[in-house]
Nanobody
Framework: VQLVESGGGLVQAGGSLRLSCVAS????????MSWYRQAPGKQRELVAS????????NYADSVKGRFTISRDNGKNTVYLQMHSLKPEDTAVYYC???????????WGQGTQVTVSS
């Protein structure tokens, strides 16, 4: 499984961005897809996750009500719609895929999101 993120950039506080993560390879084996982020000097943290069927989602408290995760299985893509962005949302955002059958995880290369005040 290979993951490629896109959609990051520079945005003013209060603005919006939509991140995309396109999966290739054995995508039919993916069970859970997630977005993580890592700010300078901080640990990587879970932002949101979504199950393969798309019906079960989970969010970090810091983004609830502002971010929405979704997936289009036909396009092998997971999205992170981000609204009301804050400077503290500035980080490199990573896409992660989990394959339960093999207990393997896969990461994308990351996309930078910078929110100016």
């Amino acid at each position: 499984v290979q993951l490629v993120e896109s959609g990051g950039g520079l945005v003013q506080a209060g603005g919006s961005l939509r991140l995309s993560c396109v999966a290739s390879g054995s995508t039919f084996t993916i069970n859970v897809m997630s977005w993580y982020r890592q700010a300078p000097g901080k640990q990587r943290e879970l932002v949101a996750s979504i199950a393969s069927g798309g019906g079960s989602t989970n969010y970090a408290d810091s983004v609830k009500g502002r971010f929405t995760i979704s997936r289009d299985n036909g396009k092998n893509t997971v999205y992170l719609q981000m609204h009301s962005l804050k400077p503290e949302d500035t980080a490199v955002y990573y896409c992660k895929a989990i394959v339960i059958a093999t207990a393997k995880t896969y990461w994308g290369q990351g996309t930078q999101v910078t929110v100016s005040s």
